[in-house]
T-cell receptor, first 115, second 111 residues
């Protein structure tokens, strides 16, 4: 009965590989997000989708491509992985993208290590 | 004990004491603020929120204070427990803009 789930929890891969992280929420929320948390714990938004539509696209290399097959899923595909991509990636969801309903529910994170 | 949450400082507090975690936010247009708690190996978890038309809000053992004049937010945790040990983030939002997180403060409760 996990609200926001991500797979895998850990991902270790070589530079240059392509990998995907999957996210699912069972809260019935319309909005989903991907965040990157670096080694200093700084959390930065990467993307946001509302009802399968991209609404936030921060300055992220185009090697990162989100895909939302339906509003309960938001996957993140990363091409040509680089050392600097090593981080913890969090998926989150919220009821709506706006105002005081902006409380976001976070998944457990995926720790990506690029060797 | 108190801290300023602009870097990732560590705040150590004796179990049972009160703690205050501070946050300076940057956007004067921000009208909604949230405190999140992140335990080791987990995602951030909502603690309490406050809108800009309020200056204080209380929850269970937690109080958030907002001073819009100096763009300052604080989280007070009463009677701290070992389970309060975590990294605490403030986050701000202006209207429909994205949620922007502060840099976090690591709170350690000393038994």
């Amino acid at each position: 009965d996990t609200a926001v789930s991500q797979t895998p929890k850990y991902l270790v891969t070589q530079m240059g590989n392509d990998k995907s992280i999957k996210c699912e929420q069972n809260l019935g929320h319309d909005t989903m997000y991907w965040y990157k948390q670096d080694s200093k714990k700084f959390l930065k938004i990467m993307f946001s989708y509302n009802n399968k539509e991209l609404i936030i696209n921060e300055t992220v290399p185009n090697r990162f491509s989100p895909k939302s097959p339906d509003k309960a899923h938001l996957n993140l595909h990363i091409n040509s992985l680089e050392l600097g991509d090593s981080a913890v990636y969090f998926c989150a969801s919220s009821l709506s993208p706006s105002g005081s309903l902006g409380e976001q529910f976070f998944g457990p994170g995926t720790r990506l290590t690029v060797l | 004990g108190e801290s300023v949450g602009l870097h990732l400082p560590t705040l150590s507090v004796q179990e049972g004491d009160n703690s205050i975690i501070n946050c300076a936010y940057s956007n004067s247009a921000s009208d909604y603020f949230i405190w999140y708690k992140q335990e080791s190996g987990k995602g951030p978890q909502f603690i309490i929120d406050i809108r800009s038309n309020m200056d204080k809000r209380q929850g269970q053992r937690v109080t958030v204070l907002l001073n819009k004049t100096v763009k300052h937010l604080s989280l007070q945790i009463a009677a701290t427990q070992p389970g309060d040990s975590a990294v605490y983030f403030c986050a701000e939002k202006a209207g429909n803009e994205k949620l922007t997180f502060g840099t976090g403060t690591r709170l350690t409760i000393i038994p």
